[in-house]
């Protein structure tokens, strides 16, 4: 048989009989071993030799080898002429099946190279085998035509080895590595003797994996919390939690425990980082706990966990901050406002005409477009103080009464002017305060008399005033045409909006904009 080497590009000769490739993690590696186990039958000096042998292929650098092994063939004197014609692997197990052209089938461990059973399955020569992954097993054909399916007895294996075989390690590691039962005791006694001789690391281990997750209990986690805790050393509980999380995911009791000894530690966002990779069990305790900390990761705990009571807590919770918030944020408005009208005073105070510097046309028309805003700003504020409205509440129940005069005025039409006069300038402050607010108060306006907001679109980014003859320019922005006009007769060569360099200084008509203009005007006014 060749064995080739493709990234080498070479090959070597194996002599075997047959051979199969198999992957192994060694402990401390992130990565599995690949591995050959392959079997041979060969006379030198009269003397038969079989062996079966395990070897890795490509070691990792710097990282711990699987150690070759090889283990004998022993075949029966009626066998003597046999030998092995295939070779499959159990991943499910961690099995080697050895099968012969008469019919013997030979099992081994693949970790040790340890024999764990022997038997013939057919009485016929075997002629092909192929894998049946999903019972840990292979098929075989024989001369006769037969299907066969041989596989683990998994009830059996784990005491027939502990037993006949007197290997209570190979039973509780194949108990641990297929989930098999029958070792629950064999597990519980070597945890007791690893903690007993202070082999923490190894007793987290052999917890982690524990066949059917026996030792995975609040005892074992006491067991460990109870450890004195050395200086210099990993404590051993969080050795124990290190293991779980690299080959599972925690149960709940176990997410639960984890999650308060990080949160007492102030990491909260190696919490954050296991529950998106989703190495914790949602429950309703694990979103009490991590709430005294952080209410919107409890909240997506509870939505997890299906704890409904606790989520609608939580929204509540949640709407109530939010109203805080909303307080806080009017707070702020106001501070605003009073620096908006210190800035307009300001300016006001300010005669361009005495300055012993002179301003350019372009900074003369940027003072004066501010100045038109915040002046804009104060009047809505005076109108509301005028009135005493201070709130939104205040504004809303003035609007009512305005509209319900309206209704009542009995066609007066100075009264009624008057009126809606009044309700388009509130609606004009509500506007700066709250939309839904503004949306109520628009309804009381009645068509023919309501002062629109213009949308962004139709606004000059310059003048932020309606356009009346929309002009594009070469990077793409739409102007009103006098005041894109006024910036390139002052020397720019850069689109006011986004700073970049005109390609040219032509001005293209953008007749779509103006008929959408037009035709809003022209709603506007019905």
């Not at 024989?142 to 299907?147: A, D, K, P």
């Not at 059917?212 to 509980?237: C, E, M």
């Not at 360099?501 to 035709?519: C, F, M, Q």
Request: net charge neutral; proline share 4%.
């Amino acid at each position: 048989m060749q064995l080739f080497a493709l990234h080498q590009q070479q090959s070597q000769a194996l002599e075997t009989h047959a051979a199969s490739f198999a992957s192994f993690r060694v402990t401390g590696n992130d990565k599995d071993s690949i591995l050959i186990c392959f079997a041979s039958k060969t006379i030198n000096a009269g003397q038969v030799t079989s062996k079966m042998h395990v070897i890795e292929l490509g070691a990792q650098p710097g990282k711990p080898s699987f150690t070759k092994k090889q283990a004998d063939l022993f075949f029966p004197p009626d066998f003597a002429d046999d030998f092995p014609v295939s070779i499959q692997i159990s991943n499910k197990y961690g099995l080697i099946y050895v099968i012969t052209k008469l019919g013997l089938l030979f099992v081994y461990d693949m970790e040790t190279a340890t024999a764990v059973y022997r038997n013939r399955i057919s009485h016929d020569p075997i002629f092909l085998t192929a894998e049946a992954s999903s019972v840990g097993g292979f098929y075989a054909v024989n001369r006769r035509g037969q299907v066969l399916l041989a596989t683990v007895n998994e009830a059996t294996i784990v005491p027939f080895v502990s037993g006949q075989s007197n290997n209570l390690e190979l039973a509780v590691n194949l108990a641990k590595r297929g989930n098999l039962p029958g070792a629950e005791e064999l597990v519980v006694q070597r945890f007791q003797e690893l903690f007993a001789h202070t082999k923490y690391k190894e007793a987290a281990e052999l917890a982690a994996e524990s066949p059917r997750g026996i030792l995975r209990t609040p005892n074992t986690i006491a067991k460990f919390q109870s450890v004195p805790v050395q200086a210099g050393q990993t404590p051993p509980l969080l050795q124990y939690f290190g293991t779980l999380l690299t080959g599972s995911k925690l149960n709940a009791f176990e997410s639960l425990e984890l999650s308060r000894l990080v949160i007492n530690q102030n990491k909260k966002n190696l919490l954050e980082n296991w529950l998106v990779e989703d190495k914790l069990e949602f429950s309703e305790e694990l979103g009490d706990l991590v709430k005294t900390v952080d209410n919107e990761l409890a909240l997506k705990i509870y939505i997890k966990a299906r704890a409904t009571p606790k989520v609608v807590a939580a929204f509540a919770e949640r709407r109530a901050f939010y109203s805080k918030q909303a307080l806080r944020t009017n707070d702020a408005a106001d501070k605003f406002q009073q620096i908006t009208e210190k800035f307009e005073a300001a300016l006001s105070d300010i005669s361009y005409n005495k300055l012993e510097i002179s301003l350019s046309e372009e900074v003369q028309e940027q003072i004066e477009l501010i100045h038109a805003q915040f002046k804009r700003a104060k009047s809505r504020t005076e109108f509301s103080e005028k009135l005493h409205l201070r709130t939104i509440n205040d504004l809303k129940k003035e609007s009512s009464e305005l509209h319900k005069l309206v209704i009542t005025s009995n066609g007066e039409p100075g009264d009624r002017f008057e009126a809606v006069s009044l309700l388009t300038k509130l609606k004009d402050c509500m506007l700066t305060e709250n939309s839904k607010v503004a949306s109520y108060v628009s309804e009381q306006v009645s068509t023919k008399h309501w002062s629109p907001v213009i949308p962004d679109d139709f606004l000059c980014p310059r003048s932020l005033e309606l356009m009346k003859d929309p002009v594009i320019v070469s990077t793409g922005q739409t102007y009103e045409r006098s005041c894109i006009q006024k910036w390139l007769d002052a020397g720019h060569r850069t689109c006011p909006k986004t700073q970049q360099t005109l390609l040219h200084t032509a001005l293209t008509p953008n007749y779509v904009l103006k008929s959408l203009i037009g035709l809003w005007c022209q709603k506007q006014r019905r």
